[in-house]
Structure formats: structure tokens, C-alpha cells
């Protein structure tokens, strides 16, 4: 599986923006998806996850309420709309991708769990 990552930008303060994560392979589709962030001189961190189906999905502490991850099967992407951005957010967003099972009741999967990741996009959020 490969993954293309796209989207990131410059944003103000409190403005949304959505990044896209694009994946070839048919089995794309089974795998668990994730997206993740590491902001200037710290260590990457977990952002958000989405089982195979999208159905179960979960959430870093510090995004939960404003961002959301949704994915398309279909098309094998996976999106990560951010809304009220803050300058903290500002990092270099991953998304990323393994075929072990993401479960309801579990707060995501360790980074050490996804075998496939994409290049990173740039998200900046200054005024």
C-alpha cells in the first residue's frame, strides 16, 4: 500500500481545513487508517484513527470535537477535516495505514502498528 497525503496549507486561527489521504492498492479497503502529527522539535503523536469501515473511530484528546476522519472505500481515501484550528495544531500531518484490527474500547494503536505511511503535509496555523 502507498499513501499520498495532501491538503495542508496555511490557516488562521479558528479556520478549518481538510486534508486528504490517498491510497492504491485494492486492499486498501481492510485496512485500519490513521492520521498522525509531529509539530517542530517534538516527537510524533497520534491524531486520529478509523477502523476498515469507518465506523469506529477515535481521537486524540487534543483534537477531539474538532477534527473528524472519514474515509471513502470507494475511492480509497481517507480525509481529516480540522475545524477551529489553533496555532498549537501546527505540525506536519501523516496519515497512515495497517492491517491489524482497530476495535471499539481501545483509545487508538500504537505508531509502531502501521507498516504504511504517506510523506506528510505541511499544516500551519498563524495569523
Known amino acids: 500500500v502507498q499513501l499520498q497525503a495532501s491538503g495542508g496549507g496555511l490557516v488562521q486561527p479558528g479556520g478549518s481545513l481538510r486534508l486528504s489521504c490517498a491510497a492504491s492498492?485494492?486492499?486498501?479497503?481492510?485496512?485500519?487508517a490513521g492520521w498522525f502529527r509531529q509539530a517542530p522539535g517534538k516527537e510524533r503523536e497520534f491524531v486520529a484513527v478509523?477502523?476498515?469501515?469507518?465506523?469506529?473511530?477515535s481521537f486524540a484528546d487534543s483534537v477531539k470535537g474538532r477534527f473528524t476522519i472519514q474515509r471513502n472505500n470507494g475511492k480509497n481515501t481517507v480525509d481529516l477535516q480540522m475545524s477551529s484550528l489553533k496555532p498549537e495544531d501546527t505540525a506536519v500531518y501523516y496519515c497512515a495505514a495497517t492491517q491489524r484490527r482497530f476495535s471499539s474500547g481501545f483509545a487508538s494503536l500504537p505508531q509502531s502498528a502501521f507498516a504504511y505511511w504517506g510523506q506528510g503535509t505541511l499544516v500551519t496555523v498563524s495569523s
Open positions: 478509523s477502523n476498515w469501515a469507518g465506523g469506529i473511530t
Open positions: 492498492g485494492s486492499r486498501f479497503s481492510l485496512y485500519t
